[in-house]
């Protein structure tokens, strides 16, 4: 810690319309350890707005506004004709490398998602501005989705930012100024779980079925691996059926009850079980 032999405390009397002032000789810092009744008059009761810095303890700098977001209208889809205006707040803001080894700066402001622009390579910020992520169409902006409008988080992986919005689990790719924001559920990249391997057909025999894998909530589908339909009779593999009836971990799709067709089944291998 750093000491600070006096000071000078300046105090406003706001009914008396007058200041006064004191020094404060061999000052000890702040006292958070005793009672602000029994705290010595060398020290202070709270400290707000002071930083150590160059080994002395002085007065936090205050901000600078370098850039100020203003509300725009969005809609979602060029064919939507209701018309939302973005709110101006500033929700969070992220440094993330994307698949191109680039540096990118997002802003969470209001429901939509910014580029914040103009950060020069030494982190300078004379030329900073802000580009909505959408696409102008009629001078209209249209956006890939929307966030809640208050604060988020988000984490990186794979140089993927993945934006926690409330209202939506969004995944954000950027390679070579191309950017894609989708939402991670249900998506064409979300990882379908194999929960269970081994499914033997009904009235087998043996029965290998294990479960594998633990459902995805961000997912609606999921993996089921069967076992061929034959089995072992006194060393001579036999087919006990040519329509193999098995039994899956669970119930079809509602959306695909009504057509069959829409089910995908990967047949990868078939094998005799021999001794």
Same mark, same amino acid.
């Given at each position: 810690?750093?000491?600070?032999?006096?000071?000078?405390?300046?105090?406003?009397? /706001?009914?008396?319309? /007058?200041?006064?002032?004191?020094?404060? &000789?061999?000052?000890?810092?702040?006292?958070?350890?005793?009672? &602000? /009744?029994?705290?010595?008059?060398? %020290?202070?009761?709270?400290?707000?707005?002071?930083?150590?810095?160059?080994?002395?303890?002085?007065?936090?700098?205050?901000?600078?506004?370098?850039?100020?977001?203003?509300?725009?209208?969005?809609?979602?889809?060029?064919?939507?004709?209701?018309?939302?205006?973005? &709110? /101006?707040?500033?929700?969070?803001?992220?440094?993330?490398?994307?698949?191109?080894?680039?540096?990118?700066?997002?802003? %969470?402001?209001?429901?939509?998602?910014?580029?914040?622009?103009?950060?020069?390579?030494?982190?300078?910020?004379?030329?900073?501005?802000?580009?909505?992520?959408?696409?102008?169409?009629?001078?209209?902006?249209?956006?890939?989705?929307?966030?809640?409008?208050?604060?988020?988080?988000?984490?990186?992986? *794979? %140089?993927?930012?993945?934006?926690?919005?409330?209202?939506?689990?969004?995944? *954000?790719?950027?390679?070579?100024?191309?950017?894609?924001?989708?939402?991670?559920?249900?998506?064409?990249?979300?990882?379908?779980?194999?929960?269970?391997?081994?499914?033997?057909?009904?009235?087998?025999?043996?029965?290998?079925?294990?479960?594998?894998?633990?459902?995805?909530?961000?997912?609606?589908?999921?993996?089921?691996?069967?076992?061929?339909?034959?089995?072992?009779?006194?060393?001579?593999?036999?087919?006990?059926?040519?329509?193999?009836?098995?039994?899956?971990?669970?119930?079809?799709?509602?959306?695909?009850?009504?057509?069959?067709?829409?089910?995908?089944?990967?047949?990868?291998?078939?094998?005799?079980?021999?001794?």
């Amino acid at each position: 810690m750093a000491f600070i032999d006096k000071f000078k405390i300046t105090l406003a009397n /706001s009914e008396l319309n /007058s200041r006064r002032s004191f020094n404060v &000789q061999q000052f000890f810092g702040v006292d958070y350890t005793e009672a &602000q /009744s029994q705290i010595a008059s060398n %020290h202070a009761t709270e400290i707000r707005n002071i930083i150590y810095k160059d080994k002395v303890n002085q007065k936090r700098t205050g901000f600078e506004e370098l850039i100020k977001a203003t509300n725009i209208p969005y809609k979602l889809s060029a064919t939507d004709t209701e018309e939302k205006i973005n &709110q /101006s707040n500033i929700n969070a803001v992220w440094s993330f490398v994307g698949e191109d080894e680039k540096e990118y700066v997002i802003a %969470h402001i209001g429901s939509l998602l910014f580029f914040v622009k103009g950060i020069g390579e030494d982190k300078s910020f004379l030329e900073m501005r802000l580009e909505p992520m959408a696409e102008v169409i009629d001078s209209k902006y249209i956006v890939p989705g929307e966030l809640e409008n208050y604060k988020s988080t988000a984490f990186v992986g *794979l %140089h993927r930012l993945y934006i926690l919005g409330g209202n939506k689990f969004y995944v *954000l790719r950027i390679n070579n100024g191309d950017y894609s924001l989708k939402a991670v559920e249900n998506d064409e990249n979300t990882y379908i779980p194999t929960t269970t391997i081994g499914i033997t057909y009904k009235d087998s025999l043996v029965s290998s079925q294990k479960l594998l894998d633990d459902v995805n909530l961000l997912s609606k589908y999921r993996k089921n691996k069967l076992v061929s339909g034959t089995y072992v009779d006194d060393g001579i593999s036999v087919r006990t059926t040519q329509f193999w009836d098995y039994e899956l971990d669970t119930s079809i799709l509602e959306e695909f009850k009504t057509d069959l067709n829409n089910i995908k089944i990967t047949i990868s291998s078939l094998r005799k079980v021999e001794n």
